[in-house]
């Protein structure tokens, strides 16, 4: 079992940055491709960028792509977005998910999920 906690969401405006955190507990986590993903109300869930599971291969939704950065740091456990020149449509929840290939995260057939972190921006 992985459990994933969230962390860093909230309220910022249109152009603005955030960097968003998850940490793993359970099991190695470095046996993990990591992801996150994105829900806005009244809209289905999205893929927004993967991890391999040593860092050295990204992989970004369009929309975001250039302006997201997802990292991880396996001695802390933790996976990272980091979140620049924010606007509008970039408001939903944010949840990270964990697979064991990149390829199932693409696919959104992960193994774990947190509860997610919201973040809104404002215009």
């Known amino acids: 079992q992985v459990r994933l906690v969230e962390s860093g969401g909230g309220l910022v405006q249109a152009g603005g940055s955030l960097r968003l955190s998850c940490t793993a507990s359970?099991?190695?986590?470095?046996?993990?491709?990591m992801g996150w993903f994105r829900q806005a109300p009244g809209k289905e869930r999205e893929f927004v960028a993967a991890?391999?599971?040593?860092?050295?291969?990204?992989t970004y939704a369009g929309s975001v792509k250039g302006r997201f950065t997802i990292s991880r740091d396996n001695a802390k456990n933790t996976v990272y977005l980091q979140m620049n020149r924010l606007n509008s449509e970039d408001t939903a929840r944010y949840y990270c998910?964990?697979?064991?290939?990149?390829?199932?995260?693409?696919?959104?057939?992960?193994?774990?999920r947190g509860q997610g972190t919201q973040v809104t921006v404002s215009s």
């Open positions: 998910a964990a697979g064991l290939r990149v390829a199932m995260v693409l696919k959104d057939e992960c193994d774990y």
């Open positions: 359970g099991r190695t986590f470095s046996n993990y491709a």
């Open positions: 991890i391999s599971l040593s860092g050295g291969s990204t």
